[in-house]
């Protein structure tokens, strides 16, 4: 069935040889309607399930290609029961490797998942270059499933936390870095003092230390009040961070991106700074950190708005 989007639908077109989102009233020239679109089933009596529809392999989550380019055009629509939005690859919905439906609750994140989709090259659809659809089928897949395991992952390693470890302040090696630490990351730790009512352990051993019970439940609250989309997204930041508590301060608003950076990467920008970088290591490992965590952020924002 071919249909014209209006109003609520969006198409990408054209503006300068880029493609842009906008809407189709946008988009329609004046006095008339615009292009047409397919987003429903094909008028062909051979047509079937998987020709309204397109999954994902399983693959897609951890492999670098999963196949060509098969579709013109990437656009979002409102789902079918009005609940949510989808992404359309021409006429197909989009499904997740569960092969459900990737309906989502904000416009805006599908909008951004579908640019995702647009700027793939014809000869490869490329998962690494997708981080907004892996959290996607993170959060509406993975965490409903393993919940209750993934809060109790990131307890384990609460105690163990980036912030709460400290270099000694008497060694000529780890000054520098004791000094930047009580600079940058204090104020953290009064945060969460000021944050959860419990002032946070600091400690100079590797193997950790062991913080106050009632600190760990305030924090083990807030992960088990966190919808799906904000569980998802403070995990795939704590894994990249190796640190609970950044993660939390960006939820609550504490930190940004950059500050955030900084603070997961004190230590080893100390030596950068002393002994120099290594082309091919260190640049492509803040290259790394800095994907994983603004497609995190960006993630939690975009799925708070409508």
């Known amino acids: 069935m071919a249909t014209t989007v209006a109003g ?3 198409l990408l077109r054209c503006v300068g040889g880029r493609r842009l989102l906008g809407t189709a009233a946008e988009a329609a020239p004046a006095g008339g309607e615009g292009d047409v679109i ?5 008028a062909s009596a051979a047509a079937t399930r998987d ?3 397109v999954a994902m392999p399983m693959s897609f989550m951890t492999g670098s290609v999963v196949g060509k380019r098969f579709y013109r055009d990437a656009t979002v629509r409102r789902a079918d029961d009005g609940n949510g939005w989808t992404v359309m690859l021409d006429y197909r919905t989009l499904k997740s490797p569960a092969k459900r439906p990737l309906k989502l609750h904000s416009r805006t994140l ?3 998942i579908a640019a995702e989709w647009e700027y793939q090259d014809s000869d490869g659809i ?3 270059t997708m981080p907004l659809m892996k959290l996607a089928c993170t959060a509406l897949e993975r965490v409903p499933l393993t919940r209750a395991k993934i809060i109790n992952n990131l307890m384990q390693k609460f105690h163990q936390d980036l912030v709460f470890c400290r270099s000694p302040p008497d060694d000529e090696l780890t000054k520098g870095v004791y000094e930047k630490q009580k600079e940058k990351i204090d104020p953290i730790l009064d945060w969460v003092n ?3 009512g419990f002032k946070p352990v600091v400690y100079t051993s590797f193997l950790g ?3 106050d019970e009632k600190l760990a439940k305030a924090v083990e609250t807030v992960l088990k009040d966190a919808n799906d989309c904000e569980l998802a997204s403070i995990d795939a930041m704590a894994a990249a961070a190796h640190s609970l508590v950044i993660p939390l301060a960006i939820f609550r608003g504490r930190l940004g991106i950059d500050e955030s950076i900084e603070l997961i990467r004190l230590e080893e920008d100390h ?3 002393k002994w120099g970088l290594v082309e091919g290591g260190h640049d492509v490992d803040i290259a790394d950190l800095k994907v994983q965590m603004s497609s995190a952020v960006v993630f939690l924002q975009l799925s708070w708005q409508k």
Do not use: C, I, N, W
Request: hydrophobic share 30%; charged share 30%.
């Open 271 to 273: 030596q950068v700074d």
């Open 38 to 42: 397919h987003v429903g089933k094909p």
């Open 209 to 211: 230390g062991k913080q």
């Open 110 to 112: 599908a909008m951004a």
């Open 51 to 53: 020709e309204t529809s």
């Open 126 to 128: 490329r998962p690494f």
């Open 8 to 10: 609520r639908r969006l």
């Open 194 to 196: 000021t944050e959860f």
